[in-house]
């Protein structure tokens, strides 16, 4: 069965493949089903300025998940993408799904991959995240069993010329509830190709690698404030 109904924009040069087939003749004959392929996730950071917050300024949205993998921890709202479903629209859907929120804008920032981050199968999830300015009302829902904001207390301590350790704190705004973790950062190259890698090193009641998303999305907002 062919997957899109217009292929007009795939023809190249119209000419047969090595084969003899047509696009059209190549795309009844191929198997999607040939390679094991992974499933794709959205993952949502919805963080909100605050003058009262301890420590950043911000505050961030978590839910508490209700089913496995990792039932009970906190993690960011996020769920599976639909086979006919662009990134964004999944963010947006997820989000409201989990949240109740809705009509906010969202910046994709990176994918994360590692074949091993998923015990249910290969599962590659795109971030997004928003830095609000204003009060929105929240309500878990669908796979959340609650959502709660946390104030957010993030720190960066360099411990070698190219290496430092990222420590999170959130702290549940409304009691003594508090999620925790730290990643190891490494840096590396010069110039446009300087590039850096987590390895996370503790993580306390917070989901999967969730803990490491937080922190590199706290680094790379605080460079736009350094």
């Not at 994360?112 to 309500?139: K, N, S």
Request: aromatic fraction near 8%; include cysteine; charge should be negative.
């Amino acid at each position: 069965m062919q997957y899109l109904e217009d292929i007009t924009p795939f023809l190249g040069t119209g000419q047969k493949n090595e084969a003899g087939q047509t696009l059209e003749e190549f795309l009844e004959r191929y198997d999607p089903k040939k390679y094991d392929c992974p499933s794709n996730t959205v993952d949502i950071a919805v963080f909100r300025r605050v003058s009262a917050a301890g420590g950043s300024g911000l505050q961030l949205l978590m839910i508490r998940r209700r089913n496995h993998p990792n039932i009970g921890y906190w993690a960011l709202p996020g769920g599976f993408v639909e086979i006919r479903e662009n990134l964004e629209d999944a963010a947006a859907r997820e989000l409201m799904e989990e949240t109740g929120v809705t009509g906010i804008s969202l910046k994709q920032h990176g994918a994360w991959g590692d074949y091993d981050r998923d015990p249910r199968w290969r599962v590659i999830t795109a971030l997004y995240f928003t830095i609000l300015t204003e009060d929105v009302p929240v309500r878990a829902g669908d796979d959340a069993a609650d959502a709660r904001w946390f104030d957010v207390t993030y720190e960066e301590v360099p411990e070698g010329e190219n290496s430092s350790r990222l420590s999170l704190r959130l702290q549940d705004v409304g009691s003594d509830l508090l999620l925790e973790a730290e990643a190891r950062c490494v840096e590396e190259g010069d110039g446009p190709l300087r590039t850096y890698t987590l390895t996370q090193t503790t993580s306390n009641l917070i989901a999967g690698d969730h803990g490491m998303m937080i922190l590199d999305l706290l680094r790379y907002i605080r460079s736009f404030s350094s």
